[in-house]
Nanobody, 115 residues
């Protein structure tokens, strides 16, 4: 069984930074991509950033230049460094691991940016 756990969320003032972490544990094989998504109240879940195997990282236009996704494959951990945070970045942030035809999600971590 695979467990995905996000951490690092919290309350921060506009302009501040947070670093999210996401660890995957259990029998997970053939990871092809990892990513971060977010969902604000009343909105659909949206892609924030992805880091596919052997490919370039991808970012939503709204976070380009402010967010950085990175991976530590040895630790099965993915990070999201978030800088210059804005109130509109407030959301629950979810980590996603794709391994073949399997898709694993964490329960999310709340990020709240105050103005």
């Amino acid at each position: 069984q695979v467990h995905v756990v996000e951490s690092g969320g919290g309350l921060v003032q506009a302009g501040g930074s947070l670093r999210l972490s996401c660890a995957a544990s259990g029998r997970i094989f053939g990871i092809t991509s990892v990513g971060w998504y977010r969902q604000a109240p009343g909105n659909q879940r949206e892609l924030v950033a992805t880091a596919p195997n052997g490919g370039s990282t991808n970012y939503a236009d709204s976070v380009k230049g402010r967010y950085t996704i990175s991976r530590d494959n040895a630790k099965n951990t993915v990070y999201l460094q978030m800088n210059s945070l804005k109130p509109e970045d407030t959301a629950v942030y979810y980590c996603n691991w794709v391994a073949g035809r399997y898709d694993y999600w964490g329960r999310g971590t709340q990020v709240t940016v105050s103005s």
